[in-house]
């Protein structure tokens, strides 16, 4: 397994490799610190192939627009608790994904990996088809990010659209 998880992490495997040993041995439970996911989540996530991930940072990132929106329409004259939120409420995804994302991609690989096995059992093949599954990509960023802004409108849209038929 670990020169299939080698193939379909790429250049950074060594540096996946000691962090999932821990999560194997159970050594330090499930979170360890990834910089890049706590800093640049998106651009992480997209880069790492993550794609599931792009979907659930979408819908976390409107959920807390929407607590926005309602703290705002309930507490309008309430600066402080706006300033907060506006300042500090868009980085909970980015530390719960600082914390947790190099455990959630060490499952993902895991998972992708055995879906691949399963479609091509052995051989350069097999290889071939996780380098290209799981190797970081630039362009393929650039496509995540690129969905998950188009996400992110299409769910701020239909949140302000609930916004105006229940409270306007």
Do not use: C
Not at 15 to 23: C, N, S
Not at 54 to 60: G, S, T
Not at 89 to 94: A, D, M, R, S, V
């Amino acid at each position: 397994m670990n020169e299939d998880l080698k193939s379909f992490v790429g250049n950074e495997y060594e540096y996946y490799a000691a962090k999932w040993q821990k999560f194997e041995l159970a050594e330090k439970g499930i979170t360890s610190l990834n910089i890049y996911a706590l800093f640049f989540s998106l651009a992480w996530i997209a880069y790492r192939k993550f794609t599931p991930a792009v979907f659930v940072y979408a819908f976390l990132t409107s959920i807390l627009l929407v607590v926005q929106n309602l703290i705002k329409l309930f507490y309008p004259e309430s600066n402080d608790v706006q300033d907060i939120l506006k300042y500090y409420l868009p980085i909970i995804p980015g530390i719960i994904l600082g914390l947790y994302g190099n455990y959630w991609y060490y499952l993902y690989s895991q998972k992708q990996i055995i879906k691949l096995k399963k479609k091509y059992p052995v051989g350069e093949i097999l290889k071939e088809k996780l380098e290209k599954n799981g190797n970081p990509s630039i362009i393929f960023l650039f496509i995540n990010v690129g969905l998950f802004f188009v996400l992110s409108m299409l769910m701020l849209g239909f949140w302000e659209l609930l916004f105006q038929l229940f409270f306007d």
